[in-house]
């Protein structure tokens, strides 16, 4: 069975040379009544700037609705899919709510929307709103 932890290793070789990277963050909020978890989040080795993304493998909707909550938490929010989905899905919505658009297709990752710059409420990793990390990227499959 194919899981979205499938599409993770190609969309962390994509990014790993440029940002220091974390799986499965869970977020804590206490201005917020519900607790969040983050699929990948990406923080820019030399500036301050975050990308949040949230992997899906068919269902875009969904996907879209949480990264749009991630996007409180991240300068930049992307949802990642099967390019196949991706190429399928009207850009209009996207480029409307400012969240970007990843395919991930044998190997390789296409943009087919860029993310808009976000305000995050919160900056996960600098003010302590980092509660947990499942799994380290060192422990994780290569």
């Known amino acids: ?15 790993s040379e440029k940002y220091d ?31 949040a993304i949230e992997v899906k493998l068919t269902d875009w909707t969904k996907a879209l609705k949480q990264a749009i909550l991630n996007s409180s938490y991240s300068d930049y929010s992307y949802v990642a899919l099967p390019y196949d989905i991706s190429e399928k899905i009207d850009k209009i919505i996207f480029v409307n709510s400012g969240i970007g658009l990843l395919g991930v297709y044998k190997g390789t990752l296409k943009y087919m929307v860029k993310a808009k710059k976000s305000i995050p409420i919160r900056r996960l ?18």
């Open 1 to 15: 069975m194919v899981s979205e932890r499938s599409l993770y290793p190609q969309i962390i070789n994509h990014f």
């Open 125 to 142: 990793i600098n003010n302590g709103h980092v509660s947990k990390v499942q799994r380290p990227r060192s422990q994780n499959r290569k």
């Open 21 to 51: 990277i974390l799986e499965e963050v869970h977020t804590q909020n206490e201005d917020v009544f519900y607790r969040k978890r983050i699929d990948i989040l990406l923080k820019k080795k030399r500036r301050n700037e975050t990308i």
